[in-house]
């Protein structure tokens, strides 16, 4: 029984310990995923499960290794953030992988990317012909930019010369049945119009509302949770 007690009290300290240590790290290991946050995630991950499983290890000094840790990989952030060739090092560059239709081979293979990879992302950005493209670089998260050559690209309403107003995005007024009172706010609006905008749509309740939103041309957008769609289309192959 006690080593089920120490287990649960480690797994909850590293829980913890991971949810505040990530916290710090904010985006560095979420939002790039280079091959080198990769890898510092991954241990970070295999470190903290350590500290919470192994009793034969002493809790603490794990704990601070794992804190070592951490703290290095903020340093490697905060320096590629103010250093140029930190953040080269770090983080890479992009590669040139297909110029004027060209692939290039010498770079594939200086990053061991072989021919399969190429088309199936290449295909990801809806380019079937290597001949339509004028660009594909290969970033350093490993995602693969690709610029269509300027008779290969779709049209849009600069090539045309239609003039277009601003769109911008829509603010969010109501998610899981709240009120985001902060951007009714920002809209100029409040909770009065909101409710006096559901009851023409007959809703009474706002927690009868899953998402509600306002576009900047001012119409409002409602989904309730419990929609009313008499017949709903099911992509599977499953048996009714």
Sequence with gaps: MSEILEVVLRTVGSFFAILVLTRILNKEQIGQLTYYEY?????IGSM????????EVRFLPDMLG?????????????ASLVSRPARKLLEGEPTVLVHNGKILERNMGKLRY????LLIQLRNKNAFN???VEFAILEPNGQLSVLLKSQKRPLTPEDLQIPTKYEGVPAE???????IYANLQQVHLDEN???NELRKQGIYDVHEVEYASLDTDGNLYIDKRKDSLTNVVDVTDKER
């Design 48 to 55: 903290a499960a350590t500290v919470a499983i192994d009793t």
């Design 193 to 195: 119009w909101l409710i």
């Design 114 to 117: 072989n021919l399969d990879d």
């Design 39 to 43: 890898v510092t995630g991954i241990t």
């Design 66 to 78: 794992l804190l070592i840790w951490v703290f290095m990989t903020y340093l490697a952030g905060y």
């Design 173 to 179: 007024l109501i998610e899981d049945g709240e009120i």
């Design 130 to 132: 290597i001949a339509d």
